[in-house]
């Protein structure tokens, strides 16, 4: 167990609609990234957070947005869902995220997402 | 530009036999290299970063700069390492997101 958890596990939805999906880091880590995974595309980095802040942004689709709250859990919305859209989302966090030499990032269990 | 180049999308041995997953990258800097495993399509677990030089479930990985590659070998494959195994660079320069290769699936035959 990475300590890292994401709810819901899995989530079933109707093409056009929307979705959240929530991740709280590691106890103590700052730094959330989002990535997703699909059979055809592999592991795609979406998007991370610092501290409440956007540190980097990947090949994040404009119809999907991320924030981080004050308590540094994290939400990935995903917008006008399409069929493509179905993946496996991960997050994962590491401690500080700052300009000091990359970091292990440790990963949640992911949520499976199926547009129908 | 950064890449991960994973080979072989499958890889088949038996039981016994030593196992190697290729890895190259594509990075003008230092690189920090990592293995991650992934099982049944659950949380991918890190297996090793080269900083560390630990040996994590008997696999070990030697970074080449001359072959710009890091390949995971282990000498005798288990049952119990079928699973799917990710490459991943993260620049050195700062704590900025992984870059994945594609993924090879390990399957260890009985």
């Known amino acids: 167990d990475s300590g890292v958890t994401q709810t819901p596990k899995h989530l079933i939805t109707a093409t056009g609609q929307r979705v959240t999906l929530r991740c709280s880091p590691r106890?103590?880590?700052?730094?959330v990234y989002w990535y997703q995974q699909s059979l055809d595309q592999g592991l795609q980095f979406l998007i991370q957070y610092y501290n409440g802040e956007e540190r980097a942004k990947g090949n994040i689709l404009e119809r999907f947005s991320a924030q981080q709250f004050p308590d540094l859990h994290s939400e990935l919305n995903l917008s006008s869902l399409e069929l493509g859209d179905s993946a496996l989302y991960f997050c994962?966090?590491?401690?500080?995220?700052?300009?000091?030499?990359?970091?292990?990032?440790?990963f949640g269990p992911g949520t499976r997402l199926l547009v129908l | 530009a950064q890449r991960v180049t994973q080979p072989e999308k499958l890889l088949s041995v038996f039981k016994g036999a030593p196992v190697e997953l290729k890895c190259n990258y594509s990075?003008?800097?230092?690189?920090?290299l990592f293995w991650y495993v992934q099982y049944s399509r659950q949380r991918l677990q890190l297996l090793l970063r080269?900083?560390s030089r630990e040996s994590i479930k008997g696999f070990t990985a030697d970074l080449n700069k001359g072959e710009t590659s890091f390949h995971l070998k282990k000498p005798f494959a288990q049952e119990e390492d079928s699973a799917m195994y990710y490459c991943?660079?993260?620049?050195?320069?700062?704590?900025?997101?992984?870059?994945f290769g594609k993924g090879t699936r390990l399957s260890v035959i009985a």
């Open positions: 991943a660079l993260a620049p050195n320069s700062g704590n900025t997101p992984l870059v």
């Open positions: 994962a966090s590491s401690p500080t995220g700052q300009r000091g030499g990359p970091e292990t990032q440790y």
């Open positions: 080269h900083i």
């Open positions: 106890s103590g880590d700052l730094s």
């Open positions: 990075y003008s800097g230092s690189p920090e």
